[in-house]
């Protein structure tokens, strides 16, 4: 599951520094803010939804605890399963035992934030025990110090990638493929996460390679054929055929790391296709992508394109046990080939 920002916008006595904090977290892509109860008005900003506080006692059944001492902490782990969201607010995290915390809320419905006033203080706070805090509260005194966060805004988990061999790669009839165009430009090394089989997803890097007969596309990926999966938020998975403008997707790169976007649009054209197969040793996977030189696969050594691909190749693909219903994960046994 991604974690979730927030900007603490109700701690400022100035209306109009109040209001310069909640601008500078839309424009960094973060749409929770806690206010004041005068600051309704907050709301002509743009997409945003606004938390009151009141005595700290924040609309949507909120509780923020300062944490000042042991017998505060106390009263924080009481309200686990009793609210919809706890925010942990100190300035002295030496006295608290995150990790309890994190252990004690994660066997409940409440969810638990915790307040940062920095990127590196709020990257601890989403790792600490491995599955970190729900969410992150921005806590800063000024707009120009939410910028720093706009990295974390647009990252969601980390994705561990396998390597696997190439078995062979061969010429299938034409079919329906799928160019995604995103909003975003990305890098050579990163695409998105695409297969057959939702065991086994392939990363297929962006266009955003020059070959000197075509211009690098660095919004794009061609992703493969209309029935393959793609790898969205929250680990579910959908079918390429149903993408639509303005619906979210996982960037990933070759390290592993994520990143969201959205959908700009589809292109969905009959085109020649390649059926590639690979494996890790155990199973075999594959995926249909386009016969075109400027679709690649991504391994260790770097990108592949599919028109110089060969046999014993190594390129990276996320690998999982179970099914999918839905595009949710669920455990049972299931066979795809």
């Not at 520094?17 to 977290?25: H, P, S």
């Not at 042991?70 to 100190?90: R, W, Y």
């Not at 989403?126 to 806590?139: A, S």
């Amino acid at each position: 599951m991604s974690k979730e920002l927030w900007i603490r916008a109700d701690v400022l006595d100035d209306k109009a520094e109040r209001k310069d904090l909640v601008i500078n977290a839309l424009e960094c892509g973060i749409t929770t803010a806690i206010v004041r109860p005068e600051d309704s008005d907050f709301s002509s900003f743009g997409n945003v939804t606004l938390l009151y506080n009141t005595d700290n006692e924040i609309t949507g059944n909120v509780k923020l605890v300062e944490l000042k001492n042991p017998d505060d902490q106390t009263k924080a782990l009481a309200l686990a399963g009793k609210c919809k969201t706890v925010i942990l607010g100190t300035s002295d995290w030496t006295i608290i035992p995150l990790e309890n915390m994190i252990a004690k809320f994660h066997k409940t419905e409440t969810k638990i934030f915790a307040c940062a006033s920095d990127k590196e203080q709020a990257k601890l706070y989403l790792n600490t025990l491995e599955k970190g805090v729900d969410g992150v509260v921005i806590d800063v005194g000024s707009g120009d110090e939410v910028r720093q966060f706009s990295e974390l805004s647009q990252n969601s988990a980390d994705i561990s990638l396998d390597t696997l061999d190439v078995i062979s790669i061969k010429k299938i009839e034409m079919g329906d493929r799928v160019c995604v165009d995103t909003i975003s430009m990305m890098n050579p090394g990163e695409g998105m996460l695409i297969g057959s089989t939702a065991s086994c997803l392939f990363l297929v890097q962006s266009e955003s390679e020059d070959n000197g007969y075509v211009s690098a596309r660095p919004f794009r990926v061609n992703a493969g054929a209309v029935h393959a999966y793609i790898l969205g938020p929250e680990g579910k998975t959908r079918y390429l055929s149903e993408l639509k403008s303005g619906e979210p997707l996982v960037l990933v790169n070759s390290k592993g790391k994520t990143r969201s976007s959205s959908v700009g649009r589809c292109k969905i054209e009959q085109r020649p296709l390649l059926l590639l197969e690979a494996t890790d040793g155990k199973n075999t996977y594959t995926t249909i992508l386009q016969n075109a030189e400027t679709v690649k696969l991504v391994g260790p050594n770097g990108s592949i394109s599919v028109s110089k691909i060969k046999k014993s190749d190594k390129i990276f693909a996320k690998l999982e046990s179970g099914g999918r219903h839905f595009g949710m994960k669920i455990d049972e046994t299931i066979r795809e080939i």
